[in-house]
C-alpha cells in the first residue's frame, strides 16, 4: 500500500511539474525562423506549436521590449516616444523587466500583470482535484475490499482481561494534536478545494462564504497545533523507529495482515508502522514548509531555489522534463506552494485514511493503545511480542507459523 501511496505521489508531483511550470511539453526543434517576415511578431510556425500544446520560445517576445538607443526621432517616420511602442511596454510588463516604481511597499506590489495564473487555475480546477479526489476514493475502495475479503484482524488467543502500558499520556497527548488537528485541516482544506465544484451548487453561495471564510481562519491557526504534534511524535517515536531486522520478517510475512494466526515479532513499531512514521514526518515536515510559505505570503519563496538544485543535479533533464524554472516571479512562488501543498495532502489524506481503518475497525484492541493507554497482554504478545518481553521481563512464547 505504502509503495502505491508513493507511486501515486510521484505521478502528482511530475503532473504538477508539467502543468504549472509547462516543463513537460515536448519542445519544438527552435529553428531559425526568418522572423523579419513578420516583422520579428509571432510566426506560424509559433501559433501551431501553441495549439499542438508545445512549448514555444517566448525570447522573441521578452526581448522585444524597445531599445530608445536606436529608436527614431519622435519627429520622423516611425518614430516612437521613448524608443518604445505600447506592446513593447506591454510585453515588458507581461515579462517582469519594465521599470516599474509603485507606491505600495507590499511584497511583490510592482507585479502588474502575472502571465502564470490561468496555467495554474486550470491546474488546480482540473487534474489536482481530479487526480487527488480519485486517489482518496481509491483508497477507500481499497480499504473497504480488504475488509470484505480478510475481516477485522481479531485476537487469536482471546482476551485476557489483563493489562500493560503502551504509551504514556505525554505520547497520546502528542499523537492525538497531531492526528485532531490534521483532521481538522484535511476537512477543510478539502472543504477550499472542492468548495466551488460541490459545496456551492450544494448549499450556494450565501451560506458557503461564511462558513468557508470561518474555515480558512480555522485551518490557518489549527496548522500551529499540527506542527506542534508533528514536533513531539517526531521527538518521542524516532528511535524506535530506527528499521531493523526483524523489520525483514515482519515484511516478508506481510504483517501477518493477510493471514490468520500469522504474528511476526515486533518491537514497540512493527515494519508498517515504521513504514507510516516516515511517511508522516516527511510528508508532514513538507506540508509544513509549503504551509508556512502560504501563511506568510511572498516571503519564504523556496521553489526556484529547489528546481536551480534539481536542475544541477540533472535529474529533470533525465526525466525528460527539461530545464525547471530557476526564475519566478513572486506569484509563481506562490502557486507552486499552493499546488505542492494540495498534493501533499491527498496523499497524505490517504496514509492516514490507511493508519485510521488499521488503528480502529481493522484491528481488535489497537485502538486502547491511543484510548487508555492500556493493551491487553494477549493483543501486546502477538503483535509486539519483542517489545512485550521488553518492557515485562516475561516470555511471550512466540511461536512462528507452520509454514
Known amino acids: 500500500m505504502a509503495r502505491m501511496t508513493l507511486r501515486i505521489c510521484v505521478a502528482l508531483v511530475l503532473t504538477a511539474a508539467l502543468l504549472l511550470g509547462g516543463l513537460g511539453a515536448p519542445a519544438i526543434a527552435q529553428a531559425s525562423f526568418d522572423r523579419e517576415?513578420?516583422?520579428?511578431?509571432?510566426?506560424?510556425?509559433?501559433?501551431?506549436?501553441?495549439?499542438?500544446?508545445?512549448?514555444?520560445?517566448?525570447?522573441?517576445?521578452?526581448?522585444?521590449?524597445?531599445?530608445?538607443?536606436?529608436?527614431a526621432p519622435i519627429t520622423g517616420q516611425l518614430g516612437t516616444l521613448g524608443g518604445a511602442s505600447d506592446p513593447d511596454l506591454w510585453r515588458a510588463l507581461r515579462f517582469g523587466s519594465a521599470d516599474v516604481t509603485v507606491a505600495s511597499r507590499s511584497p511583490a506590489a510592482d507585479v502588474i500583470i502575472q502571465d502564470s495564473g490561468m496555467t495554474w487555475l486550470s491546474f488546480r480546477e482540473g487534474p489536482l482535484l481530479?487526480?487527488?479526489?480519485?486517489?482518496?476514493?481509491?483508497?477507500?475502495?481499497?480499504?473497504?475490499?480488504?475488509?470484505?475479503?480478510?475481516?477485522?484482524?481479531?485476537?487469536?488467543?482471546?482476551?485476557?482481561?489483563?493489562?500493560?502500558?503502551?504509551?504514556?499520556?505525554?505520547?497520546?497527548?502528542?499523537?492525538?494534536?497531531?492526528?485532531?488537528?490534521?483532521?481538522?485541516?484535511?476537512?477543510?482544506?478539502?472543504?477550499?478545494?472542492?468548495?466551488?465544484?460541490a459545496l456551492i451548487p450544494l448549499f450556494g453561495k450565501d451560506i458557503y462564504a461564511p462558513i468557508m471564510g470561518a474555515g480558512k481562519w480555522v485551518h490557518n491557526n489549527v496548522a500551529w497545533a499540527f506542527m506542534l504534534g508533528l514536533a513531539m511524535v517526531t521527538v518521542m517515536w524516532v528511535a524506535h523507529n530506527i528499521p531493523n531486522r526483524q523489520d525483514?520478517?515482519?515484511?516478508?510475512?506481510?504483517?501477518?495482515?493477510?493471514?490468520?494466526?500469522?504474528?511476526?515479532?515486533?518491537?514497540?513499531?512493527?515494519?508498517?508502522?515504521?513504514?507510516?512514521?516516515?511517511?508522516?514526518?516527511?510528508?508532514?515536515?513538507?506540508?509544513?514548509?509549503?504551509?508556512l510559505s502560504l501563511l506568510f505570503p511572498f516571503e519564504m519563496p523556496m521553489f526556484a531555489k529547489t528546481f536551480d538544485i534539481l536542475n544541477a543535479t540533472g535529474l529533470p533533464q533525465l526525466l525528460?522534463?527539461?530545464?525547471?524554472?530557476?526564475?519566478?516571479?513572486?506569484?509563481?512562488?506562490?502557486?507552486?506552494?499552493?499546488?505542492?501543498?494540495?498534493?501533499?495532502?491527498?496523499?497524505?489524506?490517504?496514509?492516514?485514511?490507511?493508519?485510521?481503518?488499521i488503528g480502529s475497525v481493522g484491528m481488535e484492541g489497537a485502538f486502547d493503545a491511543m484510548g487508555s493507554g492500556q493493551v491487553d497482554v494477549q493483543w501486546?504478545?502477538?503483535?509486539?511480542?519483542?517489545?512485550?518481553?521488553?518492557?515485562?521481563g516475561q516470555d511471550a512464547h512466540h511461536r512462528a507459523p507452520a509454514e
Open 248 to 291: 525483514l520478517v515482519w515484511l516478508a510475512k506481510g504483517g501477518g495482515l493477510f493471514s490468520k494466526g500469522v504474528h511476526p515479532p515486533a518491537r514497540k513499531f512493527n515494519a508498517g508502522q515504521k513504514i507510516i512514521f516516515w511517511l508522516v514526518v516527511l510528508l508532514g515536515v513538507s506540508i509544513s514548509l509549503s504551509g
Open 130 to 197: 481530479e487526480y487527488g479526489g480519485y486517489l482518496l476514493l481509491a483508497m477507500l475502495a481499497l480499504l473497504a475490499l480488504f475488509y470484505l475479503l480478510r475481516g477485522r484482524i481479531r485476537i487469536d488467543g482471546g482476551w485476557t482481561g489483563q493489562t500493560v502500558l503502551r504509551f504514556t499520556s505525554l505520547e497520546r497527548f502528542g499523537h492525538w494534536l497531531m492526528a485532531g488537528s490534521f483532521i481538522v485541516l484535511g476537512l477543510t482544506g478539502l472543504m477550499m478545494l472542492f468548495g466551488r465544484v
Open 320 to 357: 525528460g522534463l527539461g530545464e525547471l524554472p530557476a526564475t519566478m516571479t513572486p506569484h509563481q512562488e506562490m502557486q507552486f506552494a499552493q499546488g505542492w501543498h494540495a498534493i501533499v495532502a491527498f496523499v497524505f489524506i490517504a496514509v492516514i485514511l490507511a493508519h485510521i481503518y
Open 37 to 71: 517576415a513578420t516583422g520579428g511578431a509571432t510566426t506560424l510556425e509559433d501559433i501551431l506549436a501553441r495549439q499542438e500544446g508545445l512549448k514555444v520560445d517566448q525570447s522573441f517576445r521578452r526581448d522585444a521590449v524597445g531599445d530608445p538607443d536606436s529608436a
Open 380 to 392: 501486546a504478545k502477538e503483535h509486539h511480542s519483542l517489545w512485550y518481553e521488553d518492557v515485562t
